[in-house]
T-cell receptor, first 110, second 116 residues
Framework: DAKTTQPPSMDCAEGRAANLPCNHSTISGNEYVYWYRQIHSQGPQYIIH???NNETNEMASLIITEDRKSSTLILPHATLRDTAVYYC???????????FGAGTTVTVRA | GAVVSQHPSRVICKSGTSVKIECRSLDFQATTMFWYRQFPKQSLMLMAT?????????EQGVEKDKFLINHASLTLSTLTVTSAHPEDSSFYICSARTEFSTDTQYFGPGTRLTVL
């Protein structure tokens, strides 16, 4: 699976949008971009995934560049409960295995 | 929907004993379950993949005789850490794929194992 690169940490203000970048320059045509998050001492939580089109659900939006070499997860109105480690993972749809990198530690401040 | 539970949430045991951790899919049938391990301040590492009714597939470097996985039904998988030692102390997390949505995994809350 292609590797991903994420900033190690970022802060954002409560109520503002949080934009989390992810680089995946070696992504192949059949690989999806997945985002999970892990709140301290809990299991990871699925957020969203996409192939090439932008996606939106009740939790977040996923913006994938046209060349698919990078993406951005957008939390539209960050709350204190969004403080977590966010993982960007690239994987084939039916590969099932998720390779977790170091992720981005997001701290939402009041 | 798609809730995964784990039991126990935390366990403390003496060195040399065996510990069993259960992973259940509460409202769906899980064709495949995964077991991960996470050491402090590190990311999740996949240990093994288990499919109902068949032997688990272990990742390189994971001792299959030490970490016994049983996936006897579509809603239950167990991980048994045999002859546990302090270096096995970790956060063990399971996940499951549903039979109707194969593109995401749903994770359990994790089990904190401490071996004295």
């Amino acid at each position: 699976d292609a590797k991903t690169t994420q900033p190690p940490s970022m802060d954002c203000a409560e109520g503002r949008a949080a934009n989390l970048p992810c680089n995946h320059s070696t992504i192949s045509g059949n690989e999806y971009v997945y985002w999970y998050r892990q709140i301290h001492s809990q299991g990871p939580q699925y957020i969203i995934h996409g192939l090439k089109n932008n996606e939106t659900n009740e939790m977040a939006s996923l913006i994938i560049t046209e060349d698919r070499k990078s993406s951005t997860l957008i939390l539209p109105h960050a709350t204190l409960r969004d403080t977590a480690v966010y993982y960007c993972i690239v994987s084939r749809l039916n590969d099932y295995k998720l390779s977790f990198g170091a992720g981005t530690t997001v701290t939402v401040r009041a | 929907g798609a809730v995964v539970s784990q039991h126990p949430s935390r366990v403390i045991c003496k060195s040399g004993t065996s510990v069993k951790i259960e992973c259940r899919s509460l409202d769906f049938q899980a064709t495949t379950m995964f077991w991960y391990r996470q050491f402090p301040k590190q990311s999740l590492m996949l240990m093994a993949t288990s499919n109902e009714g068949s032997k688990a597939t272990y990742e390189q470097g994971v001792e299959k005789d030490k970490f016994l996985i049983n996936h006897a039904s579509l809603t239950l998988s167990t991980l048994t850490v045999t002859s546990a030692h302090p270096e096995d102390s970790s956060f063990y997390i399971c996940s499951a794929r549903t039979e109707f949505s194969t593109d995401t995994q749903y994770f359990g809350p994790g089990t904190r194992l401490t071996v004295l």
